[in-house]
Nanobody, 121 residues
Framework: QVQLVESGGGLVQPGGSLRLSCVAS????KIWTQRWYRQAPGEQRD???????????NYAESVKGRFTISRDNAKNTVYLSMNHLKPEDTAVYYC???????????????WGQGTQVTVSS
């Protein structure tokens, strides 16, 4: 099996910055596309950023120019650097990845447990 664990959330003032990390562990042969989502209270879970194994990157309009996704394949880790944070960025942030299993070589989608980001003065 594969586990994804996020970290780096917390309370930050408007205009501040945070860097989220998501480490994958377990029976990993290859991590294909990695994504970040977020879910505000009472709202649906929304996609905000993705990075492919080949380095293609895309962002939702709501975070474009403020957030940066990156990955370290040697560490099985994806990052989300968040700058110029706004109160409307407050949400639980989830990482998501398509992971090829090292035993079966089947590819499945996995989710982390989420990390809370609160932007407030």
């Amino acid at each position: 099996q594969v586990q994804l664990v996020e970290s780096g959330g917390g309370l930050v003032q408007p205009g501040g910055s945070l860097r989220l990390s998501c480490v994958a562990s377990g029976s990993i042969f290859k991590i294909w596309t990695q994504r970040w989502y977020r879910q505000a209270p009472g709202e649906q879970r929304d996609w905000i950023a993705l990075i492919t194994d080949g380095g293609f990157i895309n962002y939702a309009e709501s975070v474009k120019g403020r957030f940066t996704i990156s990955r370290d394949n040697a560490k099985n880790t994806v990052y989300l650097s968040m700058n110029h944070l706004k109160p409307e960025d407050t949400a639980v942030y989830y990482c998501n990845a398509d992971v090829e299993n090292s035993v079966s070589h089947s590819t499945q989608e996995y989710w982390g447990q989420g990390t809370q980001v609160t932007v407030s003065s």
